[in-house]
């Protein structure tokens, strides 16, 4: 069997002082030094490279199980986020500083498992549930 690709040395970077479960980890597009962590405990960002962490809520319970984060690459500062905890969506336009919840009552299912934003169009956002559906949201 050939390996293609051979890593020198792993190093864990903590982020919080108890162990997590990681579930999503995504980079500003704009910076490496920006990152989001999607968590069972919650929503953590870095804007120093990993060097310090602050968990985030602002609109959002402290305490979610953040299964999914996206960053709209048209938009960097808005982020979405899928919390299995409450079966939602919730989305920032600061940069994860505050939220704001979106109404997925018309879903079948409200467990988001894979979410993408259409590169052509900000506000169209395409979710794969758990219940094995695609679906288009149309933000106004």
Request: hydrophobic share 35%; net charge neutral; aromatic share 12%.
């Amino acid at each position: 069997r050939r390996v293609l690709f051979r890593f020198e040395s792993f190093r864990e970077q903590p982020f919080s002082e108890e162990r997590l479960r990681v579930r999503s980890i995504v980079f500003d597009p704009r910076t490496a030094r920006t990152i989001y962590l999607g968590t069972s405990s919650g929503f953590f960002r870095s804007l120093d490279g990993g060097t310090t962490w602050e968990q985030r809520g602002g609109g959002m319970p402290l305490h979610t199980d953040a299964s999914v984060i996206i960053v709209n690459d048209l938009v960097p500062d808005e982020i979405y986020l899928a919390d299995d905890l409450r079966g939602t969506i919730y989305i920032s336009t600061d940069r994860g500083t505050n939220w704001e919840g979106l109404d997925l009552s018309r879903l079948p299912s409200p467990l988001i498992r894979a979410f993408s934003i259409d590169p052509f169009d900000p506000k169209r956002v395409y979710l794969g549930t758990i219940s094995g559906g695609v679906y288009v949201m149309n933000r106004r």
